[in-house]
């Protein structure tokens, strides 16, 4: 499938020779830009160490300000991405008015990642807004949840607690969740995800294959989870063939869903200062929050 010649470009583009490597993947391009990023207003842990904390970005003015959770992607794998890849997304929100909570969480390679580890971690991370809002000035009524790639699968987790039970329970009632380029289902993802993120990492992440691990995937896989009953943005990129389905999922269930075709590069859409980039921060500033329907 295209798809993964596509990421595996962007995975395998480091180690290319000097001559290639001078030219600049859309990867290292979307690395470049979020590392020209302006400092956070804070950085605060939500957890017990720095793999459980995140950057806080306020805009200019009293507040309340509404709020995007961001969610980094990086085939759940410590040693691909970290929240300072999508720094750049959240410096772009917050200059059109909404406060952002850059997250980190423990993933493949840190201790305690994988489930429930890593899903616990992001849940807390969102809950967190919970205690940011008793020092700084964000409406909580207005919160939306944005990720990545394997970011949009897990913001999507995190906007599906509702559905899981008590023990999942959020403390934190997002009105949307925006799934940039990333998958909705786990157990369709393995074997395909080697290709993708240059090794097996669904397994890992899991505890084991969908056989052996048949409820964890359940619990873990939004797609099982319709309706979320939240507004839903899909930015369908490279992930198209996986998004697509699940889109249409989810309007069946009843779930209002829009979506915004990029093109086929999975890192252009979280890289501000590029066409499709700049199309995704407006589309979340101006979709996420609102009450009405475009018309068709």
Not at 24 to 50: C, F, I, M, N
Not at 58 to 81: E, Q
Not at 88 to 113: C, F, H, K, S
Not at 190 to 200: I, N, Q, R, S
Request: glycine residues 12%; hydrophobic residues 45%; negative net charge.
């Amino acid at each position: 499938m295209r798809i993964f010649s596509l990421l595996a470009y962007g995975l395998l583009a480091s180690l290319a020779s000097p001559a290639i490597a001078a030219e600049q993947t859309p990867e290292q391009k979307y690395k470049g830009v979020a590392s020209r990023a302006g400092p956070p207003t804070a950085v605060l842990r939500y957890g017990a160490d720095d793999l459980r904390s995140g950057q806080l970005r306020l805009p200019s003015g009293k507040g309340p300000f509404p709020v995007a959770v961001i969610v980094h992607g990086g085939c759940w794998t410590a040693s691909y991405d970290t929240m300072a890849g999508t720094a750049a997304v959240a410096e772009a929100l917050t200059a059109r008015g909404i406060a952002t909570w850059n997250i980190e969480y423990r993933r493949l390679g840190d201790a305690g990642a994988g489930w429930p580890g890593t899903f616990e971690d992001v849940g807390a991370g969102i809950d967190h807004l919970e205690t940011l809002a008793q020092t700084y000035p964000l409406d909580l009524a207005r919160v939306t949840i944005v990720g990545h790639s394997a970011g949009a699968h897990l913001a999507l987790w995190g906007a599906s607690r509702g559905r899981l039970g008590a023990g999942y329970a959020p403390r934190i009632h997002p009105v949307s969740v925006v799934q940039i380029d990333g998958v909705a289902s786990l157990a369709p993802f393995v074997g395909l995800d080697a290709e993708t993120c240059g090794k097996p990492v669904i397994s890992d992440l899991m505890g084991g294959t969908p056989d052996d691990r048949a409820e964890q995937y359940r619990l873990a896989s939004p797609a099982t989870h319709l309706p979320l009953g939240i507004r839903q943005l899909l930015v369908q990129g490279a992930f198209r063939p996986f998004m697509a389905p699940y889109a249409e999922a989810a309007r069946q269930a009843g779930d209002h869903v829009e979506v915004l075709d990029g093109t086929d590069d999975h890192f252009d859409v979280v890289t501000p200062g590029t066409l499709v980039g700049d199309k995704v921060i407006d589309f979340i500033a101006t979709r996420a929050f609102a009450t009405d329907r475009p018309a068709p």
